[in-house]
Structures are given as C-alpha cells and as structure tokens.
C-alpha cells in the first residue's frame, strides 16, 4: 500500500484543495478523502461513497504522480492516511 497527500493548487470551489489517497499494490485507489475550501470532507472506498468523492477507474502510474503542475503530491504514512480517514468520516456523519 501507499499514501499520498495532495495539495490542489486551484480557484474552483466545487473541487478539493487536499486529497488523501491510498494505493493497493496494483496501483488502483483502495480509499480516497476530499477536503473542499469550506471545510467539507467527503470519502470514498470500494462499497461506500460521499456526495461529490468516488474512487479512480484508472492505475495510477508513477509519471502521473509528477506530471501535473498545480498538484503537490507527498508520500504520507499510513496513520497520516487513516487521520484523514477517520476524520473525513465523522465529518459526513
């Protein structure tokens, strides 16, 4: 598994400013969480999903990691992740 943290560089409420995201080995989304401008949090995993927050139909490659300017991407423990997790969780709640 891996985690990421993504800062969105971007002036568009309706899309996240962080993303957390985690990775199986096949490089596929296992679970994501969106925090928006305003504070919301949404969450994605396999069974579950928020409002606005769904997990990625494509494998996520290791140049699409570093290809996209407005995107800071940071490998993030698996604890940063599940803080993330939990809290994006009792947000929707």
């Known amino acids: 598994m891996e985690h990421w943290r993504i800062l969105w ?6 899309c996240p ?5 985690e990775l199986g080995n ?3 989304e296992t679970r994501k969480v969106h925090i928006f401008r305003d504070g919301r949090h949404d969450y994605a995993d396999e069974t579950r999903w928020t409002k ?14 570093e290809s996209t300017p407005e ?3 940071m ?9 993330a997790w939990c809290r994006a969780r009792e947000w929707s709640q």
């Open 26 to 28: 096949d490089g596929y």
């Open 52 to 65: 606005d927050t769904e997990l990625g139909d494509q494998r996520v490659e290791e140049e699409d990691k």
């Open 17 to 21: 400013v962080e993303v957390f995201s």
């Open 75 to 83: 490998r993030v423990s698996s604890e940063q992740f599940n803080t």
């Open 71 to 73: 995107l800071e991407m």
């Open 9 to 14: 560089h971007h002036d568009d409420p309706a």
